[in-house]
Nanobody, 126 residues
Framework: QVQLVESGGGLVQAGGSLRLSCAASGRTVSSTTMGWFRQAPGKEREFVAAIRYSGSSTYYADSVKGRFTISRDNAKNTVYLQMNNLKPEDTAVYYC???????????????????WGQGTQVTVSS
């Protein structure tokens, strides 16, 4: 089993930045693809970004490409999401995800893996 705990969410003005963290425990995730997803009120959960175990390959949704950066520190069993130039439409609950099947990533979308964190709220004011 894998436990994922997100942190770093909050309220920020448009154009601002936040960095989300996802700490994994219970089992190492250093050999798995990790991802971030988000869910806005009244909308389905959507893919944001993913990173291969080595960090050599990353995947981004078209809506965040160039503004968000996913990274990982396998020694700390932690994944990060640096979010810059935030927009009101980025407002959502952000979820960490483990076990993303990267071989099924197509275009700007990856499907989710089996393990989820509890989510952290990001609110961007205009």
């Amino acid at each position: 089993q894998v436990q994922l705990v997100e942190s770093g969410g909050g309220l920020v003005q448009a154009g601002g930045s936040l960095r989300l963290s996802c700490a994994a425990s219970g089992r190492t995730v250093s050999s798995t693809t990790m991802g971030w997803f988000r869910q806005a009120p009244g909308k389905e959960r959507e893919f944001v970004a993913a990173i291969r175990y080595s960090g050599s390959s990353t995947y981004y949704a078209d809506s965040v490409k160039g503004r968000f950066t996913i990274s990982r520190d396998n020694a700390k069993n932690t994944v990060y999401l640096q979010m810059n130039n935030l927009k009101p439409e980025d407002t959502a609950v952000y979820y960490c995800n483990a076990g993303v099947p990267f071989w099924r990533c197509a275009g700007y979308v990856c499907p989710a893996g089996n393990y989820w964190g509890q989510g952290t709220q990001v609110t961007v004011s205009s």
